[in-house]
């Protein structure tokens, strides 16, 4: 089976680049080895879960560099709290595709 | 550790108690037995996380008997697609609580 890193956040109330921030990190997190898909929607919470072969491939993806400079941001500015969990999928099944 | 329901999904742009039913299933997913949280966004697609004990847990939920009507008209009526995936949190951190 694949993994899934679910990543909930409350933001502060500052952008300061936060948009183009996440695109960025979302386009980059597309090029990794081991990338399978993301899914992100956001009211008063955020719910980001993205999905990947590995856990080789997560950890990876959380020490690359620039993804690293965008983790400061993220504590010193953009987030409030976050939590990240990850998560073995175990069984899945879908309606309507 | 425990278990995460990843509930993501597509809605009709048919209402017809959509928004009464959610509260109702969220209010009575925290009444059974092994809950932990729920955490819902919702843009253009919507992702609801449920955390829960165990297994059983989730089975149990899954057919409980008002639940199963509400997945029924979920089908029939609000949503276009939606895919379900049981995971089991194997890591977690946070920042800022």
């Known amino acids: 089976m694949y993994?899934?890193?679910i990543f909930t956040s409350i933001r502060t109330?500052?952008?300061s680049g936060y948009s183009e921030m996440a695109q960025?990190?979302?386009?980059?997190a597309k090029l990794q080895k081991g990338f399978i898909?993301?899914?992100?929607?956001?009211n008063e919470?955020?719910?980001?879960?993205?999905?990947w072969?590995?856990?080789?491939?997560?950890?990876?993806w959380k020490s690359n560099m620039d993804h690293l400079l965008?983790?400061?941001?993220?504590?010193?500015?953009w987030y409030k709290n976050y939590k990240?969990?990850?998560?073995?999928i175990e069984r899945e099944y879908e309606f309507g595709f």
Chains 1, 2 share one sequence.
């Open 3 to 5: 993994y899934a890193v």
């Open 13 to 15: 109330e500052i952008d």
């Open 24 to 28: 960025k990190m979302e386009a980059l």
């Open 37 to 42: 898909g993301v899914e992100s929607a956001r």
């Open 45 to 51: 919470i955020g719910i980001t879960v993205s999905y």
């Open 53 to 60: 072969e590995n856990l080789e491939a997560i950890r990876n």
């Open 70 to 77: 965008a983790q400061e941001k993220g504590k010193s500015t």
């Open 84 to 88: 990240v969990r990850i998560a073995k």
